[in-house]
């Protein structure tokens, strides 16, 4: 684990072997869970309330999120994926978006916070090869 200061003194951990899933529904938080760990990663399941919470002291290896019905679900998240990526300088961490609808991060005005979208059914075959990608797994 790397320690990386950022904004008022606030002390941040870096720790890339966690990915920080987060949603509204956790029976889909579980289904992720367990992909993430199949990648041989820490999941750490949050609502997005708590995901915000998170992201102050923890800088994860990748971001899943479950967009919900709408795909509005983890809107209260994202500007402060957006500071985070933006106090690293880089598009770190990865930010995967679960969607009901087969969108690109451009089509959904999000390219500067998503990285990628993946279409719901969540399944193994479909996500953990984007985890493992993200990653560099």
Known sequence: MNLATRGANIE??????RVLVVGKSPINRV??????????????SESPE???????????GAVVLD???DNKDCDTLMSSIDT?????GKALPPVIL????????????????VDVV??????PERLQ?????LTGR
């Open 67 to 69: 967009g919900g019905p």
């Open 12 to 17: 941040t951990i870096r720790d890339s072997s």
């Open 84 to 88: 985070l990526r933006r106090a690293t």
């Open 98 to 113: 679960l969607s009901t609808k087969n969108d690109t991060p451009e089509s959904l005005g999000l390219a500067h916070v």
């Open 118 to 123: 993946v279409a719901k059914p969540i399944t």
């Open 129 to 133: 090869p984007v985890i493992d990608r």
């Open 31 to 44: 289904v992720v869970s367990k992909i993430v760990e199949r990648s041989g990663l820490k999941p750490l």
């Open 50 to 60: 708590m995901a915000v919470k998170t992201l102050r002291s923890l800088i994860p």
